[in-house]
């Protein structure tokens, strides 16, 4: 290689051609920048966090037996979280059962004495007195068959409260009891956040809230997994720290894989009034020292110029550079292997 090297540059330098010709032109897409009328952003760090919150209790004591989720789990609404044993409850529920079954043989019986009672009043064959006792014992023999049913229905609705189910669809983040813990009436058994409640709350200043508006769209970046994606401004916090006077701006996100309370994002918030700016496509966008470049094509060659991004556009950007014009291409693939002055062939567009 290195004999090779020696050998075109002492051809090149006595100008024979043909020898050491250039690499042929790099295959390159373009696209064409444009101008819209865009605010300019900021990053602001803000932290993830439940709008919605469930701090799941038993309704009913009892002895947990099993317990279905661990923190960290997703859940669909309806899905058990912890089954209470019921062997007492299924007993009593057994008893109740055949209570009930039993005051419907004794209300039958007085109700067949009644009717003969009043039959016989009727024809005047029984006293006043009998029937009045027959009608007192059919009676109270309904009451004791409804007070029978009410205590069996009880009973099977705790039998159900036995089995504590999530509210709605989302992530246990607290787990609090297991397997052979007492419950009490009221205890709490898990945490819940709501899958389709996510957040992220950033403070910014007050001189920022002019530029703010909810139900626009921001990029937002998960850091922890340099997850990129579009949130909507929902609501600005009614009240202002009373040291900072920083308020909170509430920033809705959609479901993702991976949610974990208080992890920190990334949002662009707008921090000026909207103006003509220049936007790029992301994948036009170049690395180099730490700043920003972009690769156009001049007369069949490649051409670096930096770029000055002032905002994020999800998969576009903005720049405020005045020699980004309206209609110049720039490479958007091929662009991570040119070098300034190479020659292009442009593929499409």
Same mark, same amino acid.
């Given at each position: ?10 051809f ?15 295959k ?9 009328q ?38 669909k ?6 089954? +209470?044993?019921?062997?007492? #409850?299924? $007993?009593?529920?057994? /008893?109740? &059962? ?6 419907? =043989? @004794? ?41 029978a049913?009410?205590? +069996?229905?009880?009973?099977? #609705?705790? $039998?159900?409260?036995? /089995?504590? &189910? ?6 246990? =983040? @607290? ?28 403070p ?13 769209e921001?990029?937002?970046?998960i850091?922890?997994?340099? $997850?990129?994606l579009?949130?909507?401004?929902d ?29 920190s ?85």
């Amino acid at each position: 290689m290195r004999l090779f090297l020696l050998v075109c540059f002492f051809f090149s330098s006595l100008a024979v051609t043909g020898y050491c010709q250039d690499p042929p032109p790099a295959k390159v897409r373009t696209a064409p920048i444009t101008k819209e009328q865009v605010s300019r952003n900021k990053p602001f760090l803000g932290i993830l966090y439940y709008d919605r919150l469930s701090k799941v209790s038993s309704e009913v004591a009892g002895l947990v037996e099993t317990i279905n989720v661990r923190s960290g789990d997703r859940v669909k609404k309806g899905e058990p979280l912890v089954q +209470l044993n019921t062997d007492l #409850l299924d $007993q009593d529920i057994k /008893l109740s &059962t055949t209570r009930v079954k039993q005051k419907k =043989l @004794e209300n039958e019986l007085a109700q067949k004495n009644y009717d003969r009672q009043k039959s016989l009043l009727e024809n005047r064959g029984a006293s006043q007195k009998k029937y009045d006792d027959a009608q007192f014992a059919y009676n109270n023999s309904m009451m004791e068959q409804q007070a029978a049913q009410h205590i +069996l229905a009880r009973l099977r #609705l705790q $039998q159900k409260k036995s /089995l504590i &189910t999530a509210p709605f669809d989302g992530i246990i =983040l @607290e787990k609090n009891v297991d397997s052979g813990d007492w419950v009490q009436q009221g205890g709490q058994v898990a945490v819940i956040g709501a899958s389709d409640a996510l957040f992220v709350k950033v403070p910014v200043g007050e001189t920022l809230l002019q530029f703010i508006q909810p139900g626009a769209e921001v990029e937002v970046v998960i850091n922890a997994f340099a $997850q990129s994606l579009t949130g909507t401004i929902d609501t600005i916090d009614p009240r202002a720290d009373t040291k900072t006077k920083n308020v909170s701006i509430k920033i809705r996100i959609p479901v993702i894989a991976k949610s974990v309370e208080n992890l920190s994002a990334t949002v662009h918030l707008p921090i000026s009034n909207k103006q003509q700016l220049s936007i790029i496509p992301r994948d036009a966008l170049i690395k180099f020292k730490g700043k920003d470049f972009v690769y156009t094509v001049k007369e069949g060659k490649a051409g670096i110029l930096p770029v000055n991004i002032v905002t994020f556009l999800g998969d576009k950007v903005a720049a405020d550079n005045p020699y980004l014009a309206p209609g110049m291409p720039v490479v958007i693939e091929g662009n991570e292997r040119l070098r300034p002055d190479q020659p292009v062939t442009i593929i499409g567009e």
